[in-house]
């Protein structure tokens, strides 16, 4: 498929469904990714018309149809394409299923977390997705090994440094004292089991049940399926700003 202007490479990869676009510009310094039988370069663009191949396979263009799926994750699988120790992962769910695109996630979810993942070839809106600017904030509930302290939410919700790396929730409430429902929109990794861990908790559960507008709590564990048009839509029409406003209730108990 012929581009109407030319595309960065990692853009256009991401775009093709390969990898979200850090995992493609990692491609392209790893020495995988050729453009006519030479080394691609971080920065180089194509028009999608020349010969651009992964580890040696060729890169077939744009889809010609975009896919966007919910997943529940279950807790044990990686967030990952493939890995090295033959691990579970969670696109192997989808394999399965006989999903037969290149889709891939769309941020991650740690191994022994679950939840909520959403899985698409549409490259654009996955990189919105992923970036804090997009404003896609994310719900957590979480059950806890010892009772929470009456200050976690405070702490959380005007930022809380540990280790030298500032987190912040967007919104904690305390449902009992060993579980808490938080909103994060910045996640960074593995950011609620590192503030729980410097509160000296640990998380037994940790699971994601809310994705922007996305939901579905009568999703089964180890289940997926295909997004409806109107729920495509409310991804692309997502408000940030609103969100942002939504969610920065503060703390609550």
């Known amino acids: 498929m012929e581009h109407v202007r030319p595309l960065r490479l990692h853009a256009f990869l991401a775009s093709a469904g ?11 310094r790893q020495g ?11 920065g180089c663009k194509v028009l999608g018309t020349e010969d651009i191949r992964v580890d040696g396979q060729v890169v077939q263009g744009l ?6 799926i919910l997943l529940n994750k279950p807790e044990g699988y990686l967030s990952s394409m493939t890995d090295p120790q033959q691990r579970p992962c969670a696109i192997d769910i989808l394999r399965k299923g ?20 959403l899985f698409t070839n549409d490259g654009e809106l996955a990189a ?14 979480v059950e806890t090994d010892l009772p929470i302290p009456h200050d976690f939410a405070v702490s959380f919700t005007r930022g809380i440094l540990v280790e030298g790396v500032r987190y912040r929730a ?21 950011e609620i089991r590192k503030v729980l861990a410097h509160f000296g908790l640990r998380a037994m559960k940790l699971q994601r049940i809310r994705i922007g507008p996305l939901s579905d709590p009568d999703l089964p564990s180890g289940a997926w399926r295909d997004l409806t048009s109107d729920e495509v839509a409310s991804l692309r029409n997502w408000n ?14």
């Open 63 to 68: 889809p010609s149809h975009f896919r966007y």
């Open 240 to 253: 940030s700003a609103a969100s942002s406003i939504r969610d920065r209730g503060g703390a609550r108990k």
């Open 128 to 141: 919105r997705m992923v970036h804090p600017s997009g404003g896609f904030d994310k719900e957590y509930l």
């Open 170 to 190: 967007s919104r904690v409430k305390l449902i009992d004292p060993t579980h808490a429902n938080i909103v994060l929109i910045e996640g960074k990794n593995r």
């Open 18 to 28: 390969i990898a979200s676009r850090r995992a493609c510009e990692d491609l392209i």
């Open 98 to 117: 006989g999903v037969s695109e290149r889709v891939y996630n769309v941020g991650r979810l740690d191994q022994w977390s679950c939840g909520l993942l």
């Open 32 to 42: 995988r990714v050729t453009v006519n039988g030479k080394l691609a370069a971080i």
